[in-house]
C-alpha cells in the first residue's frame, strides 16, 4: 500500500547516468483518476519518472486540471495497519486545511475514521 519510501529517509530521485528515475503515479494512471471522478488523492510517493514526456510534474498539472485535491507525503502505514486490525478497507476520511488567503498548500492532519 506503501509508496516509495514513506518511513524511510527522504531520498533524492534515482540517478543512473541516464534520465531521472523515481517511483510514482504514472501520467497512463490519469484516465482511470478521471473516468471514476476521483475527488481526492492521498500519497506518499511523487510522479513516476521519465514519464516518456518533456512535461515536469506531469500527474500534479493534470489532478490539478480535474479538480482533485491532493494530499502529499501522507504516512500510509499505520492505516494499511489499521485497515488490517479492523479488518475493514473503507473509512471516511477527515482534512481539515488551514485557511490561507491567496495559498495552494497547507498543513493538515487527516483523519480516517472506521
Known amino acids: 500500500m506503501a509508496g516509495a519510501g514513506s518511513l524511510a529517509p527522504l531520498q533524492p530521485a534515482l540517478r543512473t547516468g541516464g534520465p531521472l528515475q523515481r517511483p510514482g503515479l504514472h501520467i497512463s494512471c490519469l484516465p482511470f483518476l478521471r473516468d471514476h ?5 492521498v500519497w ?15 500527474v ?7 479538480g482533485v485535491a491532493l ?32 495559498g495552494t498548500g497547507s498543513p493538515a492532519n487527516p483523519l480516517a475514521v472506521f
Open 71 to 102: 494530499l502529499d507525503n501522507a504516512l500510509l502505514e499505520p492505516l494499511a495497519k489499521a485497515c488490517v486490525e479492523e479488518n475493514r478497507d473503507e473509512f471516511m476520511l477527515v482534512i481539515s486545511p488551514l485557511p490561507v488567503t491567496g
Open 37 to 41: 471522478d476521483v475527488s481526492v488523492l
Open 44 to 58: 506518499d510517493m511523487l510522479d513516476h519518472l521519465p514519464i516518456g514526456y518533456d512535461v515536469p510534474w506531469a
Open 60 to 66: 500534479h498539472a493534470a489532478i490539478f486540471a480535474y
